[in-house]
């Protein structure tokens, strides 16, 4: 890794993040052929993914594939933070990273 540390702080959360995604992955494909699709458009925009125009379970299904992806994606930034913050080695300062350490850090 960029940082000089072995493995990140958490690796059973780090595990648990990249597991979360495949069955994400699925629900989101899913919800594309169940009932013609979610037919919600690419931003899920309320008044199409409401029951008088989309009935269906495939916008529910769309709905918790991209919540699934969302707590993958917040469970590995926090692993990343918290280990760009405390798992460093001892030569190695935080001011004189990467740019793309600090470019993850931020966003």
Same mark, same amino acid.
């Given at each position: 890794?960029?940082?000089?540390s072995? @493995?990140?702080s958490?690796?059973r959360?780090?595990t648990? +993040?990249?597991?979360v &995604?495949?069955?994400? &992955?699925?629900?989101?494909?899913v +919800?594309?052929?169940? @009932? #013609?699709?979610?037919g919600?458009?690419?931003?899920? #925009?309320?008044?199409?993914?409401?029951?008088?125009y989309?009935g269906?379970i495939?916008? @529910?299904?769309?709905i918790?594939?991209?919540?699934?992806a969302?707590?993958?994606s917040?469970?590995?930034?926090?692993?990343?933070?918290?280990?760009?913050?405390?798992?460093?080695?001892? +030569?190695?300062?935080?001011?004189? +990273?990467?740019?793309?350490?600090?470019?993850?850090?931020?966003?």
């Amino acid at each position: 890794m960029m940082l000089g540390s072995i @493995d990140m702080s958490f690796p059973r959360l780090n595990t648990f +993040s990249f597991w979360v &995604l495949p069955p994400a &992955l699925y629900l989101v494909i899913v +919800s594309c052929f169940i @009932d #013609y699709g979610s037919g919600t458009g690419w931003t899920m #925009y309320p008044p199409l993914s409401s029951t008088p125009y989309s009935g269906g379970i495939s916008t @529910d299904l769309m709905i918790l594939g991209l919540h699934l992806a969302g707590i993958s994606s917040s469970a590995a930034s926090i692993n990343y933070l918290v280990t760009f913050l405390n798992v460093r080695s001892k +030569s190695f300062k935080a001011e004189f +990273s990467p740019p793309f350490v600090w470019a993850l850090a931020v966003t």
